[in-house]
C-alpha cells in the first residue's frame, strides 16, 4: 500500500427515493451495520482523512458518519448538481490535503474492499494521476463507459445517455470510485463543465481535463460485487447476499465450520473462534463471540452475547442480550437467557427462561425453570450458586440466591433465599378424593344434555 496519506471523500447526499423509505439511503443496514458504516469503516482500515458530503437535510447521516469516524470532516451539498460538485462541496478538505492521495467514494456501494482501495492507491504509485475503478457488468446498460487508448491509458468516460451506439459496444464500465493524485485538485474539478444530457458536472469529466493538462488516467478492474450499488429494496438484499456469503467463506478459511452455510446469518461484528461448529438455520445479530470449540445447534438466534470455549447451545435456543455463556456450558432446546452470566459446566437444558440472573458452576437448572425477574415496574436479579439443582418446573421469584450445592424440589415456588446444601421445597399437600372423578362426569353429562335441549 502506498505511504503517502490519504483523503477519502464519502459522497453520502442521494435522497434513494427508489428505497421508498423516509430512512436516508446510506443508513439502510447490511449485517445488522449502515451502508454508511460499511464504506466508512472500509476506508478507515486503510488509513487516512475522512470527509463525508452530505445533503442539506443530512443530519442523521451527518451524525452515523461521526459515530463510525469520531474525526470525520462534514461538508453539505447545498444542491445536487453532480458528483463533481458534491466533491467540490468538500473543497476545504481538498484544499487542506493537497499533499494527500484523494479517493472518492459513495456511501451506497458498501462493498467496496480495501483489497481494491489498496490497489487503486497502487495505480497512482505507478505514476497516473488518476486511477478508475472499472468493472465488467452482466448487463452495461446504464452504466458510463471506459473508454481506453491504444496504449491501455483511459481517454475519457462517457456516461451511457451520452454515448453512442458503439460506445454502449463497450462492456467496461465505470463504478463511479476514482483515485486522485494531481496537484490543486480543486482547480482540475472546477474546469469540469455542464456539456451533458443532464446538465451536471459529472466526476468522470476529470479523465478529460486531466489529459488536458497533461495528466495520464488510467483503470483497474475489480469485480462486479465490490461496486454495487444501492437504490432499490431488491439491491439492499443483493448486496446483503453478496456479504453473508463472503463472510461466510471468510469464517469457514479460517476454522469454522458450517454444515449448511447459506441458512447462516452474521452480522458485522460477529466473531467466531477456530473448530467452531454451526448447523443451519442459525442467526447471529450484532454483538456476538462465539469462543473455540463451542457447538451452535440448529435454528438458534443469538445477539450482543458471548458463548464460551467448547459451550454447547441449542438447537432452538435463544440468547438476548447480556447472555454470557461460560466454557463447556449447555444450552438446550427452547432455553432463552437474558442478561445472564453462566459459570462453568453449567447446564440448562430444556424450555428454560433465565432472565437476569447468574448460574455457578455446574450448576444444573431443570426443565421449566423460570427466573421470575419482573415485577410490572423493576427488574430484579437470582443468583444459583455452584453446583446447586434446580428441580424441573421451579419458578425462582427475583431477588433471590439458591446457595452452593443446594436442591430445590421439582414444582416449587422459590420466593426465599436457600442456604447453601439445603433442600427447599414449595408443594401443597396432594389431596385424593376416592371416585370423584366418576361422578363429575356424570354430573356434567347431565348439564350438557340439558342445555342441549
Known amino acids: 500500500m502506498s505511504s503517502r496519506p490519504c483523503l477519502y471523500v464519502v459522497l453520502a447526499a442521494g435522497k434513494g427515493t427508489r428505497m421508498k423509505s423516509s430512512l436516508p439511503k ?16 472500509t476506508a478507515s482500515q486503510s488509513g487516512g482523512k475522512v470527509a463525508v458530503v452530505v445533503a442539506p437535510d443530512g443530519e442523521a447521516v451527518a451524525k ?17 448538481r453532480g ?51 472499472g468493472f465488467h457488468p452482466k448487463d452495461p ?4 463507459r471506459l473508454l481506453l487508448g491504444g496504449d491501455g491509458t483511459l481517454t475519457a468516460i462517457r456516461e451511457d445517455r451520452d454515448a453512442g451506439d458503439e460506445v454502449r459496444k463497450i ?29 451536471e458536472y459529472y466526476l468522470t469529466d476529470a479523465v478529460a481535463v486531466a489529459r488536458e493538462r497533461g495528466v495520464r488516467a488510467t483503470a483497474i478492474v475489480c469485480e462486479e460485487d465490490d461496486v454495487l450499488g444501492i437504490n432499490t429494496r431488491e439491491q439492499l438484499a443483493e448486496a446483503e447476499a453478496i456479504w453473508q456469503s463472503r463472510t461466510r467463506s471468510r469464517f469457514m478459511q479460517n476454522g469454522v465450520t458450517m454444515i449448511a452455510p447459506e441458512t447462516v446469518w452474521l452480522s458485522f461484528d460477529t466473531q467466531i473462534a477456530a473448530d467452531v461448529s454451526i448447523e443451519p438455520n442459525v442467526i447471529f445479530g450484532v454483538g456476538v463471540t462465539v469462543g473455540e470449540g463451542a457447538q451452535i445447534l440448529g435454528f438458534c438466534h443469538v445477539e450482543h452475547s458471548t458463548i464460551g470455549k467448547g459451550a454447547r447451545l441449542g438447537p432452538f435456543a435463544r440468547l438476548r442480550p447480556g447472555a ?26 430444556h ?3 433465565l432472565g437476569d440472573g447468574i448460574v455457578g458452576a455446574r450448576a444444573n437448572i431443570g426443565a421449566g ?18 453446583g446447586a439443582f434446580v428441580g424441573s418446573n421451579t419458578s425462582l421469584v427475583a431477588p433471590v440466591k439458591i446457595g452452593e450445592g443446594a436442591y430445590i424440589g421439582s414444582g416449587s415456588v422459590i420466593t426465599k433465599n436457600v442456604s447453601p446444601g439445603a433442600l427447599a421445597l414449595e408443594r401443597s399437600a396432594q389431596e385424593e378424593r376416592p371416585g370423584w372423578a366418576e361422578k363429575f362426569r356424570i354430573m356434567m353429562t347431565r348439564r350438557k344434555a340439558q342445555r342441549a335441549k
Open 26 to 41: 446510506v443508513l439502510h443496514k447490511i449485517a445488522g451495520q449502515s451502508m454508511l458504516a460499511h464504506i466508512l469503516a
Open 64 to 80: 452515523e458518519a461521526i459515530r463510525v469516524v469520531p474525526d470525520a470532516q462534514i461538508f453539505e451539498q447545498a444542491a445536487q
Open 83 to 133: 458528483t463533481a460538485d458534491a466533491v467540490l462541496a468538500a473543497r476545504a478538505a481538498l484544499e487542506a490535503h493537497d499533499d494527500h492521495d484523494v479517493v472518492v467514494l459513495f456511501g451506497d456501494t458498501p462493498l467496496v474492499r480495501r483489497e481494491v482501495i489498496d490497489e487503486l492507491r497502487r495505480g497512482l504509485d505507478g505514476g497516473a494521476g488518476i486511477v478508475v475503478l
Open 141 to 144: 446498460t446504464g452504466y458510463g
Open 171 to 199: 462492456g467496461l464500465c465505470n463504478s463511479g470510485v476514482m483515485a486522485f493524485r494531481v496537484p490543486n485538485l480543486v482547480d482540475l474539478l472546477s474546469g469540469i463543465g455542464t456539456a451533458n444530457a443532464k446538465g
Open 324 to 349: 454470557r455463556i461460560g466454557e463447556n456450558v449447555h444450552i438446550g432446546n427452547f432455553v432463552e437467557v437474558k442478561n445472564t452470566t453462566l459459570g462453568e459446566g453449567a447446564k440448562a437444558n
Open 351 to 353: 424450555l428454560s427462561y
Open 369 to 386: 425453570t423460570i427466573f421470575c425477574n419482573y415485577d410490572g415496574f423493576n427488574k430484579e436479579r437470582t443468583e444459583v450458586g455452584e
